[in-house]
Nanobody, 128 residues
Framework: QVHVVEHGGGLVQAGGSLRLSCAAS????????MGWFRRAPGIEREFVAA????????SYADSVKGRFTISRDNTKNTVYLQMNILKFEDTAVYYC?????????????????????WGQGTQVTVSS
């Protein structure tokens, strides 16, 4: 069982930055690939970024590529999402997700159904 909690959401002006963090419980964190997804009003939840279990591989949605950076610190059981040059359309609830069990080295996962454990989400609001 993995418990996932997001932190760091808030209100920011367009062009600004925020850093989200995701704390995951469990001694197997370093074996789990992790991901960030988001749900904007009226839109289905969508992939944002993913990172492999050791952090050597990452992937991003085209809409955030070059602006967002995913990273992890396995000594702290934490994954981060640094969001720069925020746009109004980045407004959404952001969710952290964890895989179950052992993830292959270097592999990333971008589909919702590839993740088992989800946080409650943290609201990010970008004012235009």
């Amino acid at each position: 069982q993995v418990h996932v909690v997001e932190h760091g959401g808030g209100l920011v002006q367009a062009g600004g930055s925020l850093r989200l963090s995701c704390a995951a419980s469990g001694r197997t964190f370093s074996t789990n690939a992790m991901g960030w997804f988001r749900r904007a009003p009226g839109i289905e939840r969508e992939f944002v970024a993913a990172i492999s279990r050791s952090g050597e591989t990452s992937s991003y949605a085209d809409s955030v590529k070059g602006r967002f950076t995913i990273s992890r610190d396995n000594t702290k059981n934490t994954v981060y999402l640094q969001m720069n040059i925020l746009k109004f359309e980045d407004t959404a609830v952001y969710y952290c997700a964890a895989r179950e069990g052992y993830s292959e080295s270097g592999r990333i996962y971008i589909k919702e159904n590839e993740y088992v454990y989800w946080g409650q989400g943290t609201q990010v609001t970008v004012s235009s």
